[in-house]
C-alpha cells in the first residue's frame, strides 16, 4: 500500500494509536483471576512454634501482626505481644479485627533483621523467631504500561500535529514551475 496523501498519513497514525487504547488492562482481561493476594511485595517475616505461627509484614512504619493457633489455624485474640527487634524491644497493639499492630517511629533501613516475638496468650508464654529482609527497592510503586501508553500517545499526536504543520506551510509556499516559457 503506498501512502500518497498527508491526509492518509494521518489516518494511519491515528489507526495505529487508537488501537493501542484497545488493549485489556489489568483486571479488564475477562481471563483467569490472579490469585488473591493481602499486599505487594511487603516485606515479611514469620516464625512457627509447636503451639503458635506469626506472620509479620512491615507497611512504612507499621507492622501488621498476624497470629493463630498452629494446629487448627484459629485467629489468636487477646495476646501480648512484645517484638525484640535487633535489641530494640516493641510492644504490639491489639486491633479491633483480631490483629496486632506495632509501630516505629522510623521507616526501618534495609537489611535483615532478627526478631524475637514473646507470645503471652492467658498462661501460655512462647517465643518465636525469625528474620525479616528488608531489600532497598522492596516495595517501589510498580509503574503501570497503562502510563507508557498514554505517554506514546501524547508523543505521537504532537508528532502528527508537527507533521501537519510541516504540511501545512509547505502548501502555503508558491511552487515555481521549472518548465520554460515558450
Known sequence: MKLTSFGQWLSLLALMTLSTL????????HGE??????SKNLPRWAAVSETFEIVGVLNGTQMIVYVD???TNEPVKNAEIELDINGQKYKAKSLDDGNYEVSFPARPEAGIMSITATLTVGK???LLAGELDIHEDDHIDSVSFLKYKWAALVALILAAAALFLFKLKKSRIPQHSSRGAA
Open 22 to 29: 484497545t488493549w485489556a488492562g489489568a483486571g479488564h482481561d
Open 33 to 38: 483471576k490472579p490469585a488473591a493476594t493481602t
Open 69 to 71: 493457633r498452629l494446629e
Open 124 to 126: 501460655e508464654v512462647d
